[in-house]
C-alpha cells in the first residue's frame, strides 16, 4: 500500500506530518461528537431526589458521608478519595512535564441530601474535583533546604521513586467530609460493596481502589528505633524521626529510598500499642457513627457496564454540561481544521510544481 501510495504521493517527512495531522484532525473530530452525546444524555436525565431514585441511569446532588476515612498523602487531610500526581519538567524551554506518579484511592461512602443516604462506589469515575494542593518546587529546593521539605512530601516521593532532580509539580484533589457533590450514574443492586475502614496491611496505595473484603483499620502503632530512643510523641518527634516513622509504616526497607528522603537508614521494630487517644487524633475529624448508616445497603451508585457514563464533580449539572459544550464544539471545529490542512499539505505534494 506504501508503495502504491508513493507512486502518487513522495514519502518524505512533509507527508508523514501530513498523515498524522489528519489522523489527529479525524481523532479530535469523533471524540467532539462523542462529548456531545455526553452532553445530551447529562441533560436528559433529570436530578433526582435519592429517596426516589429509581434504579437505572441517576442523577443526584447532596453532601459526602461516611463513617470511615482515608489520609491523604500531602496534606493529611482525612478524605473519601484522594488522586495525588506528581510531575517533573521535562523541557524547560518547551515547558513539557512528564507524569512520574498517580496515586488514588478510595473508600465507597455516601452522598446525603434532606430525603436519604446513597451508597456510592467510585470506581472508574470521571473525577472532577477542586485541587487541595497544587505546588510547584525547585529541584534546589530538595538539595540545598532538605530540613525544610514536608515530611509527607518526602515521604510520597520515596514511595514512588522519584529522584527531585528536575522541577516537581505536585497536585492532590479529593472528596472530604461535607464536600457538596454532584453525581451521575447507574443505580443498580448492591454486588457486594461493603463499607469498612481501610487496612494498609491489604492494600497497597498504588491501587486504584480499596478492595471491599479488607479486614478493618489495625490499631495505631508505635515505633521503636533500633537506636534505643523511647517512643516519643508525634510533637516530640524531630523532623527525621518523623520521616523514618513514616517509611516504616509505609513499608519501606530500601535504603536509598531513605537516603532519596534524606533519613540515615535505620531498621525498625514495630509494635502495636492500640490506643483510644491516639485512634481519635488519627481520624482527625469528627465522623458520624457508623450506626448511622446502614453499611450493606440493597443499592449503590457505580459505574455499569452497559451504562459507563460516570461522573462524580464539584460541579452542577448545568456547570458540567456547559463546560462539555464548550469542548465538544472545540474538538469538533479544531478537528475539522487539522483535517482540512492535512489534506490540503497532501494535496499540495502531489502537484506539481
Same mark, same amino acid.
Given at each position: 500500500?506504501?508503495?502504491?501510495l508513493?507512486?502518487?504521493?513522495p514519502?518524505?517527512?512533509v507527508?508523514?506530518?501530513s498523515?498524522?495531522v489528519?489522523?489527529?484532525?479525524l481523532?479530535?473530530?469523533f ?10 444524555i447529562?441533560?436528559?436525565t433529570?436530578t433526582s ?7 437505572g ?20 487531610k ?5 488522586r495525588?500526581v506528581?510531575?517533573q ?19 465507597p461512602?455516601?452522598?446525603?441530601d434532606?430525603?436519604?443516604?446513597l451508597l456510592?462506589e467510585?470506581?472508574g ?14 529541584a ?6 532538605m530540613?525544610?521539605v514536608?515530611p ?8 514512588h521513586g ?6 516537581l509539580?505536585?497536585?492532590?484533589s #479529593?472528596?472530604?467530609p %461535607?464536600d457538596? +457533590?454532584?453525581a *451521575?450514574?447507574?443505580?443498580t443492586e448492591? !454486588?457486594? =460493596?461493603?463499607?469498612?475502614p ?5 492494600e ?13 483499620i ?16 508525634g ?9 523514618a516513622?513514616?517509611l ?11 537516603s ?9 521494630v514495630?509494635?502495636e ?6 485512634? #481519635?487524633?488519627?481520624? %482527625?475529624?469528627? +465522623?458520624?457513627? *457508623?450506626?448511622?448508616?446502614?453499611l450493606t !445497603?440493597? =443499592?449503590?451508585?457505580?459505574k455499569?457496564?452497559?451504562d459507563?457514563a460516570f461522573v462524580?464533580s ?12 464548550w ?6 471545529w479544531?478537528g ?13 505534494r502531489?502537484?506539481?510544481?
Open positions: 500500500m506504501i508503495r502504491c508513493s507512486l502518487f504521493i514519502i518524505n517527512y507527508t508523514v506530518l498523515l498524522v489528519i489522523a489527529a484532525g481523532y479530535f473530530f471524540r467532539g461528537f462523542h462529548l456531545l452525546a455526553r452532553k445530551r447529562l441533560l436528559a433529570p431526589k435519592i429517596q426516589s431514585a429509581v434504579p441511569p441517576v442523577e443526584v446532588t447532596g453532601t459526602a458521608v461516611g463513617p470511615h476515612t482515608l489520609s491523604a498523602p500531602i496534606t493529611g482525612p478524605c473519601f478519595l484522594y495525588t506528581a510531575w519538567l521535562r523541557n524547560a524551554k518547551k515547558q513539557e512535564w512528564e507524569k512520574v506518579a498517580d496515586e488514588t484511592l478510595h473508600l461512602f455516601f452522598i446525603e434532606s430525603t436519604a443516604q456510592i467510585p470506581l469515575a470521571d473525577l472532577d474535583l477542586r485541587y487541595d494542593f497544587q505546588q510547584e518546587y525547585e534546589s529546593f530538595f538539595s540545598l533546604n530540613e525544610g514536608p509527607r512530601l518526602s515521604v510520597f516521593l520515596s514511595r522519584i529522584f527531585p532532580g528536575r522541577r509539580r505536585i497536585e492532590e #479529593s472528596i472530604k %461535607g457538596a +457533590l454532584f *451521575a450514574g447507574t443505580l448492591n !454486588p457486594g =460493596v461493603q463499607v469498612r481501610f487496612s494498609p496491611h491489604n497497597s496505595p498504588h491501587d486504584s481502589a480499596s478492595d471491599s473484603s479488607s479486614e478493618p489495625p490499631a495505631p502503632q508505635v515505633i521503636h528505633l533500633q537506636s534505643g530512643a523511647t517512643p516519643s510523641a510533637q516530640e518527634m524531630t523532623q527525621q524521626e518523623r520521616i516513622a513514616a516504616t509504616r509505609a513499608g519501606i526497607a530500601k535504603p536509598e529510598a531513605w532519596a528522603a534524606g533519613v540515615p537508614y535505620q531498621r525498625a514495630i509494635d500499642n492500640p490506643s483510644p487517644a491516639s485512634s #481519635s487524633a488519627h481520624s %482527625g475529624t469528627s +465522623l458520624p457513627e *457508623a450506626s448511622c448508616f446502614n !445497603p440493597p =443499592v449503590v451508585l457505580m455499569s457496564a452497559n459507563p462524580i464539584f460541579r452542577s449539572q448545568k456547570e458540567i454540561a456547559i463546560a462539555l459544550a469542548k465538544s464544539s472545540a474538538m469538533i479544531g475539522v481544521a487539522s483535517t482540512l490542512l492535512g489534506l490540503y499539505m497532501l494535496l499540495a502531489m502537484t506539481p510544481l
